[in-house]
C-alpha cells in the first residue's frame, strides 16, 4: 500500500515515463473569444437599458403598479451598468490578446 500512489483527481494523469508536451497558446484565437464576448455583452447592456426604458414609460402609464415599475426599471438600470462594465473589462482583454500575438509573432 505505501508503494503505490494515490491520485487525487481523475483527470489528467501522467504515467511514469511521459513527459508533459509544451503548450503553445493561441493568442488570435483568445482575441477572437473576447471580441465576441466583448459584443454579445455590448449588446446584453442595451437590452436592460432598452427593459429599463420600457419600465419608466410603464410607471408613468400605470399609477396603480408605478412602485413595481420603478424597482423593475432600477434593477434594469443596473444590469445594463454592470453588463457596459464587463464589455469594457472584455475589450481590454481582447486588447492584451492582440498585445501578446504581437510580441509572439513579430
Avoid at 464589455?87 to 509573432?105: L, M, Q, T
Amino acid at each position: 500500500m505505501a508503494e503505490e500512489k494515490k491520485h487525487h483527481s481523475l483527470f489528467h494523469h501522467k504515467k511514469e515515463g511521459e513527459e508533459e508536451e509544451e503548450v503553445v497558446h493561441d493568442y488570435a484565437k483568445e482575441e477572437k473569444h473576447h471580441k465576441h464576448v466583448e459584443q454579445l455583452t455590448g449588446l446584453g447592456a442595451m437590452a436592460a437599458g432598452a427593459y429599463a426604458l420600457h419600465e419608466k414609460h410603464k410607471a408613468k402609464k400605470d399609477p396603480e403598479n408605478a412602485h413595481k415599475h420603478k424597482v423593475q426599471e432600477e434593477i434594469a438600470a443596473v444590469a445594463a451598468i454592470g453588463a457596459a462594465g464587463f464589455a469594457f473589462h472584455e475589450h481590454h482583454e481582447k486588447k492584451d490578446a492582440k498585445k501578446k500575438s504581437e510580441e509572439c509573432d513579430p
